[in-house]
């Protein structure tokens, strides 16, 4: 269940935050990684027509986005436990 209003959150996330910047941010991340991806395969695709090796998803950040990606998504239980739910 998501708060109406901003709430107090653990430091890591910066205290007030509102609902709205939180899905903004977990909407630009969505993006972000699906960005990522397509361009990770299209590199893909051009180093084995080159008969290189295949990237690294570290050279794309996708472990950093996925990362960022499941501590956005962890708020709802963070606020529930901060708030005693």
């Known amino acids: 269940m998501r708060a109406s209003n901003p709430a107090q959150i653990?430091?890591?996330f910066g205290g007030f935050i509102p609902d709205a910047d939180f899905q903004v941010l977990e909407?630009?991340?969505?993006a972000l990684?699906?960005?990522?991806?397509?361009?990770?395969?299209i590199a893909a695709?051009?180093?084995?027509?080159?008969?290189q090796q295949d990237p690294r998803v570290e050279?794309?950040?996708?472990?950093?986005?996925?990362?960022?990606?499941?501590?956005?998504?962890?708020?709802?239980?963070?606020l529930c436990r901060c708030n005693g739910l």
């Open 27 to 30: 909407d630009a991340l969505a």
């Open 33 to 41: 990684l699906r960005e990522r991806t397509c361009a990770m395969r």
């Open 45 to 51: 695709k051009v180093a084995n027509a080159r008969g």
């Open 10 to 12: 653990p430091e890591r």
């Open 59 to 78: 050279d794309f950040g996708l472990p950093d986005i996925l990362r960022l990606s499941r501590t956005v998504s962890c708020r709802e239980l963070c």
